[in-house]
């Protein structure tokens, strides 16, 4: 947490998002559960604004892009949890941009 807040110090994001993971029905389980500790404990000690967002289908999405280009996810776990980040706050913010029309 501590290098957490280091780079919100640096970076000054205008808030964060969190990945939200639900069962394919959309249920909350024990991970679901934890991701909400984690926003609440974020939003404690950074003071921004926190929002949860549904992640699923971010790593299904992550790992076509990857192999619609041609790569190769063999042994690139930490880059396909990376795109799927990416993926997640894309998605984040354009459905805010289209609610924010």
Do not use: C, N, Y
């Amino acid at each position: 947490m501590s290098r957490f807040l280091e780079l919100v110090g640096k970076h000054e994001p205008a808030g964060v998002v969190v990945g939200l993971p639900l069962t394919g029905e959309g249920d909350e389980e024990e991970s679901a559960v934890a991701a909400r500790e984690l926003a609440g404990l974020v939003a404690d000690r950074s003071g921004l604004p926190v929002a949860l967002w549904d992640e699923r289908m971010s790593t299904a999405r992550a790992l076509a892009l990857i192999r619609e280009q041609g790569g190769s996810t063999r042994g690139r776990k930490g880059d396909v949890d990376a795109l799927a980040a990416a993926v997640l706050l894309q998605h984040f913010l354009d459905a805010r941009r289209v609610r924010d029309r």
